[in-house]
């Protein structure tokens, strides 16, 4: 196998265990470098794999059914493999003061759903970056965090 065919296999990994509905938090000892950094409009850049673990249980614990997956065909070139996603969760759990632009307060029970593309810089078989841009309005209209005009 070529770099960038090992490089789709690990990030399809990393999209399917650590975004996906089964979520498996050793997948970021196994696949993130030590000081990754994971950066989304919707949120703080978080730095790290104690970070980066920490971020995502506080997003599942609030959003218990959080899901993401493939819209297309991963494609790679050197160190860098693109994605395009969809996915979302519904808000049934504790309050959740991530978002950039404001909090919920416990279970809600609104729902988003959202797409976006996501560039993955990867060395030496580790995940480095993972940089996305996200239909974030969209998720924070579903949430009632910012209202359309």
């Known amino acids: 196998m070529s770099k960038e065919d090992d490089n789709k296999a690990t990030v399809g990994r990393w999209f399917t265990e650590f975004w996906g509905s089964a979520y498996n938090p050793s997948v ?37 059914d959080l899901a993401f997956a493939g819209a297309a065909e991963l494609i790679a ?5 693109v994605g395009r996603w969809v996915g979302g969760g519904t808000h049934t759990g504790p309050a959740f003061s991530d978002f950039l632009i404001g909090s919920l307060p ?27 841009l996200d239909d ?14």
Request: aromatic letters at 8%.
């Open 28 to 64: 970021v000892d196994e696949l993130a470098a030590p000081d990754m950094l994971l950066q989304y409009s919707l949120h703080e850049p978080r730095r790290g794999r104690a970070d980066i673990k920490a971020f995502m249980g506080d997003f599942r614990a609030a959003f218990p």
């Open 77 to 81: 070139e050197g160190d860098y493999v």
């Open 106 to 132: 416990a279970a809600t029970g609104r729902a988003m759903r959202f797409t976006g593309t996501t560039v993955l810089r990867l060395k030496d078989g580790k995940i480095v970056e993972e940089l996305g």
């Open 136 to 149: 974030g309005v969209s998720a924070l209209q579903q949430l009632g965090l910012i209202k359309a005009v």
